[in-house]
């Protein structure tokens, strides 16, 4: 599986490798970490955090859901969909993260979770916008 990826890889001489999609942690392993730094990759994860990370993960990216228990507690970012009933940046802010961000929930109310993400990044600095580009720019 690593050579396949690497094979497709658009920056061979040191590739970036995030694992996402689904909940990644329920299938990475100690030994797909320690084969893909072998190969020179830095390894990153999109996670729920629902499941504790497994040490060597490079970059931990948390994006916490409704109705679920945070197990990765700290890590490089945290990124919360704002806003959503049930989870309020707040409840987060203990939590041992380098960065913390909000994104406008993707619905036809987009334009209103911007306004409410970027006022509350503006009164509250600890927290930063995140934009998916295709999305604001119309690109599905």
């Known amino acids: 599986m690593v050579e396949t990826v690497l094979s497709i ?4 001489e040191s590739p970036f490798i995030v694992c996402t999609g689904g909940e990644p942690l329920l299938q990475m392993d100690d030994q797909l970490i320690a084969v893909l730094h072998a190969k020179g990759c830095a390894v990153a994860v999109e996670t729920n955090g629902t499941k ?5 993960i490079d970059w931990i990216t948390v994006s916490p859901k409704i109705g679920t228990a945070l197990r ?3 890590g490089n970012e945290l990124k919360l969909v704002y806003p959503q009933d049930g989870l309020a940046p707040a409840q987060f802010e203990s939590c041992a993260f380098d960065h913390f961000f909000l994104q406008p929930i993707d619905s036809p109310k987009r334009p209103d979770a911007l306004a409410r993400c970027i006022e509350y990044c503006l009164l509250n600095p600890k927290w930063r916008l ?3 580009l295709n999305k604001a720019a119309g690109i599905k």
């Open 72 to 74: 990765q507690t700290s």
């Open 9 to 12: 890889c658009s920056t061979p």
């Open 130 to 132: 995140s934009m998916q």
């Open 52 to 56: 504790p990370a497994i040490p060597g």
